[in-house]
Nanobody
């Protein structure tokens, strides 16, 4: 069974940094690209970033480019999202996602709140 468990969310001040993690199980982690998607309060899903199977290719939404960094540790079956220079509009639930056998699997998300 595919499982994705996010962690590391919390309250951070504007301009601060936070790293969220996603621990994966139930599939061969280093065979698959991974993504982060977020949902701000009262808004729809927004793609944030993706990384390929070996971590050598990364992709970002324009609004996060230069502030967010996606990475992965295949030995730990974990993908990370390092978020710097956080803004109030980054407040959202952050989900990790994998497409496995043609099906999208999601974690339950971790809440990041950017507020003073």
């Amino acid at each position: 069974e595919v499982q994705l468990v996010e962690s590391g969310g919390g309250l951070v001040q504007p301009g601060g940094s936070l790293r969220v993690s996603c621990a994966a199980s139930g599939f061969t982690f280093d065979d698959y690209g991974m993504s982060w998607v977020r949902q701000a309060p009262g808004k729809g899903l927004e793609w944030v970033s993706s990384i390929n199977w070996n971590g050598r290719s990364t992709y970002y939404s324009e609004s996060m480019k230069g502030r967010f960094t996606i990475s992965r540790d295949n030995a730990k079956n974990t993908v990370y999202l390092q978020m710097n220079s956080l803004k109030p509009e980054d407040t959202a639930v952050y989900y990790c996602k994998v497409r496995f056998n043609g099906v999208d699997y999601w974690g339950k998300g971790t809440l990041v709140t950017v507020s003073s």
